[in-house]
Every structure is written in C-alpha cells, then in structure tokens.
C-alpha cells in the first residue's frame, strides 16, 4: 500500500557530508511524523531524527548541530542532511513514516529498506 525508497548512502571519509532521500508512494491520504532511524552492528535501532507534518523536530543528542531533516510534503519525501560525519555514525540508516492509506483511518508505520552509510578513512 505504502512503499518507501531510500537513497544517498555510501562511502565518507570522517567529517564528510552525505545526503539522504526517502520518498513515499502509494495510496497514501495523509502522512505524519516522517522519520530517520539506524542502527550499527550488534546494538539497538535507534531514533535519529523526526519531524512531523507542522515542521516539529526531534533529534538524538549526539547528531545536533551535524544533522539536519527536512521534508516536502507535495512530494512526500524526507531528507537528511548529514554534516561532519564521524565514524560512530557508521550504521544502516532507516526511513520511517506513520501514514494513513485512502480508505482507512487508522495510523501505520511503514519502512524502507535501509540504506548503509559508512564513515572511514
């Protein structure tokens, strides 16, 4: 119903930059809160970034000041700019978007794929 594509990930030398993309297709009537997670090897998902459909943001402490999310809602799509890469950061970073399809009132979550992002010399 709902499918969302990841892009931008790769390859970064500490302090570097990348950009990731995440947009959402499908028979959506509305979307919420859009976000990113990641999660390294052998440790938990966690939250990275949020921002809700009024431009509300929410960050883990040890990416302010690194990391920005944006959004545009006309093409349901989420952003995550990544500043001053460190290699702590290296892990699989996931879109997520609570959204409702055409025809339904409840809320979901759905999920991308992944996409990895490494940060080494």
């Known amino acids: 119903q709902v499918q969302l594509v990841e892009s931008g990930g790769g390859l970064v030398q500490p302090g570097g930059s990348l950009r990731l993309s995440c947009a959402a297709s499908g028979i959506i009537f509305s979307i919420d809160s859009m976000g990113w997670y990641r999660q390294a090897p052998g440790k938990q998902r966690e939250l990275v970034a949020i921002?809700?459909?009024?431009?509300?943001?929410n960050y883990v402490d040890s990416v302010k000041g690194r990391f920005t999310i944006s959004r545009d809602n006309a093409k349901n799509t989420v952003y995550l700019q990544m500043n001053s890469l460190k290699p702590e950061d290296t892990a699989v970073y996931y879109c997520d978007a609570k959204c409702r399809v055409l025809g339904e009132t409840t809320v979901r979550d759905y999920w991308g794929q992944g996409t990895q992002v490494t940060v080494s010399s």
């Open positions: 921002i809700t459909r009024g431009g509300n943001i």
